[in-house]
Structure formats: C-alpha cells, structure tokens
C-alpha cells in the first residue's frame, strides 16, 4: 500500500523544527529514521498531514560520557550504538551495544534513530526498555525552551509519552552505570518483534548484588519495572537460587490485561521467567553482551 497524501518539510534547526510543528498542527509528525512511522503510513494506521524531516540538523548525532551520564543524541542510529566500542560506553553501558543487535534488520539498525525509538515508545522496543533500566531523563526541546523527563514519567501508555505538542526529543541520559547487565528478547523470527523481553543491570560487591534493576517489555503498554525481584535480589548473593527466584517474581509481574492480547498469558509469564534467570546468568558472566538467536526454553 501507499501513504495518504501529505505535506514534506525540512528542517535545519531544532528550533525549526519545534515551529514547524507547531505551525503544521497535531497531525504533523517528526521523520527521523522512518523505521517506525513509514510502514505505519504504508498501511495507513498512521496518516499525518505533514512530515518534517529532522536528518539535516546537525549536532544530534552523538555518544558522549559526562561524569556517571551517558548522553545519546536523537539522530544516533541504532547501528553507531551497536559498534561503539569506547570506553566511556562499555565501562558501566556495556548492555547498550549489546542490546543494539537484538534490533530488527541490518536496514532498520542502520537507518533507524534512539531518539524515533525513544519518542514513539514501543513497549517492546529495545531502548525503551533501557531508558527505565538506568532511570533515564528525556531532554525534549519545545515553544518554551528544553525540559527535562524522567524516563518513570515520559511512558504513559501504548505508543504513548509525555511530549507535548511541537516537542522535539534531543537527547536520551542513561544513568546509573553497572557493571553487570543483559537484554535478552523471544521473537518467533530474527527481527520480528519481541513477545517478550527481559533486561536487567547490577553491581557485585563482597559477593552481594546492589543497585538493581529488572524491565520486562511486551508484557504490559510500556516498560515494566519489576520492583519485587530488584528487591529480592538486593544483597543477596549471586547464583542459580537468586535468579530462580528473582525469575519466579518477574513471572508473577506479568498479569492479564495489562499488556497485548496476542498470545497466551501462561506461555507469556514462562517466557519472562525464562529469560530473566537466563539475562541474570549472563550479566553475571560479565558484559559479554546478549547472543541474538530465535527461543527462549
């Protein structure tokens, strides 16, 4: 299928970006990679009447460390994250390239945008799963200047964030660096997206794990926080026991009608257990990075 008829705009600033949208109305939407937007206007299940496209403003194209902040600029594509091999990014951010490979194709991973991911906010998609992993803040530029999101605050339901009209996001700051870390992902295909997906971050110090975090995606309308296992394995002592339970309480996180109907409830709780007990192993094995490969069993 084709598009509905619409207006094409370029844009060379952020800020002509913000006025452009403004001026345009709500129905105006942001092209950056397209990876997103464009099939959706193929079939019609997203027909704005405008797009601005933001791939020539420069200066958003960008991976910068900054103290304990890892800052990615909008326009970075899926595929820059995905072969970083500075410092800055594997020294605490080590699950960011790694998480990179479990995106669609090689054309989606090179096009593709973490700003597009970030702003249309796919419960399933890789870097919003990591924007709630390392607490991270959404820096957006709109009518009246820049502000600042928590990343907690930014999802508010399917496909949905707090952006207001005419906002544009600049950048995404992961926090908290860890050590340990893994996003594993079930898709019945390489590339299709995820019926399930677990990420998880932690230290280990004096042989106990501290500072933990635990997402789940696909399992709710946005990222899902599973407090009851990242409590659980606070302090606690790295091993099979510890993930088997901490596996056991991410299960229990996944209850009907809080995320897609397109399966079975039981066989979507097995895949979290799954994959949690297997992403807690290998961020303990060290910051290897996930192995894309096709089940979870």
Not at 112 to 141: F, K, M, N, Q
Not at 177 to 201: K, Q
Not at 271 to 277: I, P
Request: charged share 25%; glycine share 10%; aromatic share 6%.
């Amino acid at each position: 299928m084709k598009p509905a008829p619409f207006e094409y705009h370029r844009a060379y600033t952020p800020k002509e970006v913000t006025e452009l949208l403004l001026e345009l109305g709500e129905d105006a939407k942001i092209l950056a990679g397209g990876q997103s937007l464009v099939p959706m206007m193929n079939f019609r299940l997203a027909r704005p009447t405008a797009l601005v496209d933001i791939n020539p403003v420069s200066g958003l194209d960008y991976i910068r460390r900054d103290g304990d902040v890892l800052r990615v600029g909008a326009l970075t594509r899926h595929r820059s994250v995905e072969l970083s091999t500075e410092p800055d990014v594997h020294n605490g951010f080590s699950v960011l390239p790694g998480a990179a490979r479990w995106i669609g194709h090689f054309p989606i991973r090179s096009r593709g945008t973490v700003g597009g991911s970030i702003a249309h906010a796919d419960p399933t998609a890789e870097w919003c799963l990591l924007a709630r992993l390392y607490d991270a803040e959404i820096v957006v530029l709109g009518e009246h200047g820049t502000r600042t999101v928590p990343s907690d605050e930014w999802f508010t339901g399917f496909l949905t964030t707090a952006a207001l009209p005419g906002e544009l996001v600049l950048e995404t700051r992961f926090r908290r660096p860890r050590r340990h870390g893994t996003l594993l992902e079930y898709a019945r295909r390489r590339g299709d997206f995820a019926i399930a997906a677990v990420a998880v971050a932690f230290d280990i110090t004096d042989n106990r794990c501290h500072d933990v975090s635990m997402v789940l995606g696909g399992v709710a309308n946005e990222p899902l926080r599973v407090p009851e296992a990242e409590a659980y394995l606070e302090g606690a002592e790295p091993g099979e026991r510890a993930w088997a339970e901490a596996a056991r309480l991410a299960a229990e996180a996944v209850t009907p009608g809080t995320g897609p109907d397109d399966g079975d409830h039981g066989y979507r709780r097995h895949l979290v257990g799954t994959l949690a007990r297997r992403a807690l192993a290998e961020a303990q094995a060290g910051p290897a990075g996930p192995r894309p490969r096709g089940g979870a069993s």
